[in-house]
C-alpha cells in the first residue's frame, strides 16, 4: 500500500471523502492511482478503461472530480471530455504524452501529470483542483 504524507492535515481534509472517478486502462497503474488516492483521503470510482464507462459513472454517481488518461484501449478521452466538464467536474488528465501538441487546444489549459507518476505533484493537484475551494 503505498501511504503518501508530505501534506499538514489540513491539506489532507481538504481531499477527505472527495469521489474521484479514475479512468485508466493499464491495470497496475490503475491500482497504482486507486492506493494513492485512498492515502490521499479520498473514495474513488472505478477504475473505468473506456470512456463511455467514464459518462455512465458522471451520468449516475456524485463526482468530485476524475483522473482520466488520454487513450483509453485505443479510444481517447477528449470524445466525452465535453460532457465531463459541462458537468462542472474538476479534471486532471493523466497521460504518458508531455507534448502538449498532441492534445486538442481546447482542452490544453487542464491540469495534467505524466506517468510515472510523481506522487507527490499528484496530491498537490488532487488538492488543488479537488479541493473544497473548487467544490
Known amino acids: 500500500?503505498?501511504?503518501l504524507l508530505p501534506f499538514t492535515m489540513s491539506k489532507i481534509a481538504a481531499l477527505l471523502g472527495c469521489r474521484v472517478l479514475v479512468a485508466e486502462d493499464e491495470s497496475v497503474i490503475?491500482?497504482?492511482l486507486e492506493?494513492?488516492?485512498a492515502g490521499f483521503g479520498c473514495e474513488v470510482l472505478g477504475p473505468v478503461?473506456?470512456?463511455?464507462?467514464?459518462?455512465?459513472?458522471?451520468?449516475r454517481e456524485h463526482v468530485d472530480g476524475a483522473l482520466?488518461?488520454?487513450n483509453l484501449r485505443g479510444e481517447q478521452i477528449f470524445s466525452v471530455?465535453?460532457?465531463?466538464?459541462?458537468?462542472g467536474i474538476p479534471v486532471i488528465i493523466?497521460?504518458?504524452y508531455g507534448d502538449l501538441t498532441l492534445y486538442p487546444e481546447e482542452f490544453r489549459h487542464l491540469p495534467r501529470v505524466t506517468k510515472p507518476f510523481d506522487f507527490i505533484?499528484?496530491?498537490r493537484l488532487c488538492v488543488t483542483v479537488f479541493g473544497p475551494s473548487k467544490a
Open 30 to 32: 490503475a491500482l497504482g
Open 81 to 87: 471530455l465535453p460532457a465531463i466538464l459541462a458537468r
Open 1 to 3: 500500500m503505498l501511504v
Open 35 to 37: 492506493d494513492a488516492l
Open 68 to 70: 482520466l488518461d488520454v
Open 49 to 59: 478503461a473506456r470512456p463511455s464507462d467514464v459518462l455512465k459513472i458522471v451520468e
Open 94 to 96: 493523466t497521460s504518458g
Open 121 to 123: 505533484r499528484l496530491e
